[in-house]
């Protein structure tokens, strides 16, 4: 009979440690990008960069492929994409369950422009689980920007670690 | 009516010659951007840090990239880089291909290059042969009537080549 209340206190034990570590896990994994104040993150074309990144954590295939030209050129992994449609059917989707899992720091950003045109360079370091393993890489990623129509569009991206 | 003949004549040649001229300009200017990526094909095959310093803006904050990891200014990236990576390999060639230049601004002061990637070299130490396919983007602007490179990265992988289709 004593082996119920040792049972419920051990399971109460493992609760109480399990539950704020995978809470932790979680929230960081669910924490965006924080930018750095004077990056240009601020900017126009800045906070296309920023809503590009939240789209594709958010899992949101339709707003991630607004904010790109039609014909962005996207080198990513020894491979190209060469419109968003390609990208948003292929590789976009790897790469929202993939940001999904992760939390990704941003340890330098810097937003430069140039009239209607700009470029964005970042450096950044992703940690978490990721389809059983442990992730901890670096990453740099390199956008240039134009603004048509009124509108900033991301014309391409180089994604490398 | 003979007026409106050469007014008309007129304004067709003027059009012309400006869409001639942004023609010329615009074929300089593309050529002047190849001419540095191939300064930059033969400073990286010889060791040779000139092409960098004659063609990249130096400035505080720039960044080269390579492969996942940056170089912090030019300085940087000429002798921790350029200049001893020659000293050890047997031999090196890097090939641009498939450059396509994109001129922006109101006065196409802005320019940025892609182009596939092609490293092969042997290592000194172990004799171990690289062969890496990858991509490279450059970013130039236009500085007292010279194009400078304002930011590059790239990247590569082990090259594997395309399997044939098979019918």
Redesign the interface.
Same mark, same amino acid.
Not at chain 1, 114 to 117: L, N, R, S, V
Not at chain 2, 153 to 157: A, I, P, T
């Given at each position: 009979m004593k082996i119920i209340p040792i049972t419920l206190v051990a399971f109460s034990f493992l609760a109480c440690v399990i539950s704020p570590v995978t809470f932790a896990h979680n929230n960081a994994s669910s924490k965006h990008r924080t930018y750095l104040k004077g990056s240009g993150a601020e900017t126009e074309p800045g906070k296309i960069v920023t809503q590009f990144h939240k789209a594709i954590k958010l899992g949101n295939k339709n707003k991630a492929r607004y904010f790109l030209d039609d014909n962005v050129?996207i080198?990513e992994?020894?491979k =190209?994409e060469r419109s968003a449609d390609e990208y948003a059917n292929h590789h976009m989707l790897s790469d929202m369950k993939y940001a999904a899992k992760l939390y990704t720091e941003v340890l330098?950003h810097?937003v430069?422009l140039?009239?209607? #045109?700009a470029?964005s =360079?970042s450096?950044t370091r992703s940690t978490g689980q990721f389809k059983g393993s442990y992730i901890n890489k670096?990453? #740099?990623e390199?956008m =240039?920007l134009?603004k048509e129509g009124g509108k900033w569009k991301i014309?391409?991206i180089?994604?490398?670690? | 009516m003979n007026k409106y003949i050469i007014a008309l004549l007129t304004l067709v040649i003027s059009f012309t010659s400006i869409a001639h001229d942004d023609n010329d300009h615009s074929n300089k200017d593309k050529k002047a951007i190849t001419d540095i990526i191939a300064s930059i094909k033969y400073g990286w095959e010889n060791g040779d840090g000139m092409p960098f310093k004659q063609n990249f803006l130096d400035f505080k904050?720039a +960044?080269y990239?390579e492969? !996942?990891g940056?170089n912090k200014g030019l300085d940087s990236l000429v002798t921790h880089h350029v200049e001893p990576e020659k000293g050890a390999m047997g031999y090196m060639t890097l090939d641009f291909s498939d450059i *396509?230049v994109?001129f *922006? !601004? *109101?006065k196409k002061?802005?320019a940025?290059a892609?182009a596939n990637t092609r490293f092969k070299a042997k290592l000194k130490k172990s004799d171990r042969e690289l062969d890496k396919? !990858?991509?490279q983007?450059f970013?130039f +602007?236009k500085i007292d009537g010279e194009w400078k490179v304002?930011?590059s990265?790239?990247?590569?992988?082990d090259y594997k080549p395309k399997k044939e289709h098979q019918h």
């Open positions: 050129t080198f992994g020894g =190209v330098e810097k430069t140039a009239g209607d #045109m470029y =360079v450096r670096e990453g #740099m390199t =240039v134009l014309s391409h180089h994604w490398s670690h | 904050g +960044r990239i492969s !996942g940056q *396509e994109h *922006e !601004g *109101e002061s802005f940025w892609i396919s !990858g991509y983007t970013l +602007r304002v930011h990265h790239s990247s590569g992988h």
